[in-house]
């Protein structure tokens, strides 16, 4: 059963950084785009940041753009993502996903999830 395990959240002031990790196992790691989502209480879940299978093209939605970075690491099975000039609105759970096939602007097409991890920016 495939497995996908997110790490690294935490309380940090704003303008602190955190990294977040995800590790998958038991799947073909390096054929699966990887993704990282967020949901806020009372909010829906929301696309992030997504890399493709060799790390070669990402994508990161506005609010994060330049303060995100999203890697992957094909040896380890593991993406990451740093998380700079944290912002009170970047509190949020998030979510790690995987996924064999992206649609149109990086829709994840029946991605495995992890459990998320806590990241509270306090201002």
């Known amino acids: 059963q495939v497995q996908v395990v997110e790490s690294g959240g935490g309380l940090v002031q704003a303008g602190g950084s955190l990294r977040l990790s995800c590790t998958a196992s038991?799947?073909?790691?390096?054929?699966?785009?990887m993704g990282w989502f967020r949901q806020a209480p009372g909010k829906e879940r929301e696309k992030i940041s997504c890399i493709n299978t060799s790390g070669s093209a990402t994508y990161y939605t506005a609010s994060v753009k330049g303060r995100f970075t999203i890697s992957r690491d094909n040896v380890k099975n593991t993406i990451y993502l740093q998380m700079n000039s944290l912002k009170p609105e970047d509190t949020a759970m998030y979510y790690c996903a995987a996924t064999r096939t992206v649609g149109f602007d990086w829709t994840f097409i029946t991605p495995y999830w992890g459990q998320g991890t806590q990241v509270t920016v306090s201002s």
């Open positions: 038991r799947l073909t790691f390096d054929a699966y785009y």
